[in-house]
């Protein structure tokens, strides 16, 4: 399979891109335009620390509903990847756009999180001393968008809305125990619960199952599977069973940039990767 990014990027959608960029006609504040399929797409993306380039010519693009696994070996750019696309680096060349037309390269952290891109890091954030429900609702309510369309809206839409969300993340049953006494699984659903309830259509996930029993694995690869298509989904991962579990595409990045890309199965086949990753 090729390695690269523009496999399934029509002419006239990278020309649309490169226009953007190039002559500044670009939306900081546009709404997501997803009307070609891609939800987003880098396009060689370099980023330096002190002369060392973590990302070197990055490019990717993610389809709309999209499950993609992202592996690597460490030090391979896959956080600084995440960096690049919530805007906490900015890259030193290349493009990054979400959809069509918003340039994340223009836009803060908290207007890109806006804009619908969730992050979940590797430690949860989420209040130990406050239940699951108030951990959920906490979030809704620091999300202005939806504090903005609630005021409309009844309470009782707003707990439906609690309540099917911690159902989505499996922890109906623990809805009123405080976070800190979950298991290290559960905290981690509750933290993607927290995300959910700000509906966004992007979701980037660093290493989701590091420290889960194989059960939470397992059940955490149900729930990122059930995501998919209403939301689109970059999971980082070295547990290998569990990306096979996701059974998306695979992405494979290697000293900053694509060493190679597509099903689980043949990038295990490949002699680069399991040159510099797989084989170690
Ligand atoms: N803020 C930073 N300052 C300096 N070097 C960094 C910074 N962030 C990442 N790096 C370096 O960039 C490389 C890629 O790191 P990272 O993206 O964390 O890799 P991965 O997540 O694939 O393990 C590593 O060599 C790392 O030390
Ligand atoms: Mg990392």
Redesign the pocket.
Known sequence: MKVGSFDHASPGQREQWEAAASFGHVATSAALDLSHGVILYLDDIS?S??G?R??NRLSLTIDVGELRCVI????????????VVTGK?RPDSGKAFFGQTIDLTRLSEPEIAHAGIGRKFQKPTIFEHHSVWENIELAMKADKRVRTALFARADSAQRDRIAAVIDQVRLTAATSRPAGLLSHGQKQWLEIGMLLVQEPKLLLL?EPVAGMTDDETARTAELFRSLAGEHSLVV?EHDMAFVRQLGGLVTV?AE?SVLAHGSLDAVQEDARVIEVYLGR
């Open positions: 980023v620390f002190d060392f973590a990302l690597g070996p460490n030090g391979a750019g896959k956080t600084t990847m995440m960096d680096t660093d980082v990045l900053g």
